[in-house]
């Protein structure tokens, strides 16, 4: 099983505001959201009940806001027009970084449009850094579905098996959302990680007749090891209108198509060198309770 390492050299952030598991945070209009929905007379089932949905909301880790976070709106003169506004990290203590303006994209990218008055992403670094096993790289992403309304993450790979050192990857860039100062307060999902393995996939493009079409229907004449979801779906309580009617959801998830992401990832067994980790002669640190902001972060 290979191993996610987060290190850093903050006391208090190991103890209160490590990592989190994305499967146990999920935001509250998520939660409070149900399978099915009525429209007039209508019932939908809505994306509540979409396993694509459910398991990248579930996939990796969440880096959080490890105290509340200052950012400012202001101009540059020296840079750009004074007519372009710029939302610049202020008082992070050592987490505030260099800003991207629109002079690094050579004008050719405006994250709300040429009208936008905002042209610069800000930029900090989180007080965590990420080691991985040779060969395995992470998705840096913006935290599924949890919309922040103030800014959203700029999303890339990083190689974090060679590119590791100290603080090399602890950088995160951010685009505002918004024309004016506000606070990431502590506790707000910064970052979504994701480690995936780097391999080599070739591609292969086939055109299948309609023959086959329909003897993928049926597990009697089909070729493949499994029922089709069409098959599933013409068993008593799959059809459209019965699953409408019974609030159950289709088949993907009732077949043996799904496989739940969530379950790749775990922090139950973590090896010796990890500083949770239980030895003969250390105690684990206290259970660590973290509460998330409810609702928007608050504009200042």
């Known amino acids: 099983m290979p191993t996610i390492e987060f290190t850093c050299y903050d006391s208090e952030t190991v103890k209160n505001f490590r990592p989190v598991l994305a499967k146990d945070v999920s935001p509250d209009w998520w939660k409070q959201m149900k399978v099915q929905s009525s429209q007039g007379t209508v019932k939908t089932q809505t994306l509540r009940s979409c396993p694509a949905m459910d398991d990248w909301l579930k996939s990796g880790w969440l880096l959080v806001a490890n105290r509340d976070m200052t950012i400012t709106a202001g101009y540059r003169k020296e840079m750009d027009e004074d007519t372009n506004i710029f939302a610049t990290a202020n008082d992070l203590k050592g987490y505030a970084s260099p ?36 060969g395995y790289s992470c998705f840096y992403l913006d935290p599924f579905l949890f919309q922040n309304k103030y800014f959203a993450t700029w999303q890339g790979i990083i190689d974090t098996d060679k590119f590791n050192a100290n603080m090399d990857n602890a950088q995160i860039i951010f685009y505002p959302k918004v024309d004016h100062g506000f606070t ?22 086939i055109q299948y007749d309609h023959e086959t079409f329909q003897r993928n ?37 009732k077949g043996s198509y799904w496989n739940p992401k969530g379950r790749f990832y775990s922090e139950e067994t973590p090896p010796p060198e990890c500083p949770f980790h239980v030895s003969e002669d250390k105690s684990a640190p206290e259970e660590i309770q973290l509460e998330l902001p409810i609702g928007d972060n608050d504009g200042s």
């Open 217 to 253: 229907r049926s597990t009697i004449t089909t070729n493949l090891n499994h029922e089709s979801m069409d098959e599933w779906n013409r068993k008593k309580g799959f059809s459209e209108q019965e699953r409408a009617d019974t609030g159950k959801t289709g088949a993907y998830r």
């Open 184 to 205: 990431i307060l502590k506790g707000t999902p910064l970052c979504q990680i994701i480690p995936y393995k780097r391999e080599v996939w070739n591609a292969s493009y």
């Open 99 to 134: 800003s991207h303006g629109s002079h690094q994209f050579d004008g050719v990218f405006e994250y709300f449009g040429t009208d936008a008055p905002i042209k610069d992403a800000f930029k900090m670094r989180n007080p965590w850094n990420i080691v991985t096993p040779a």
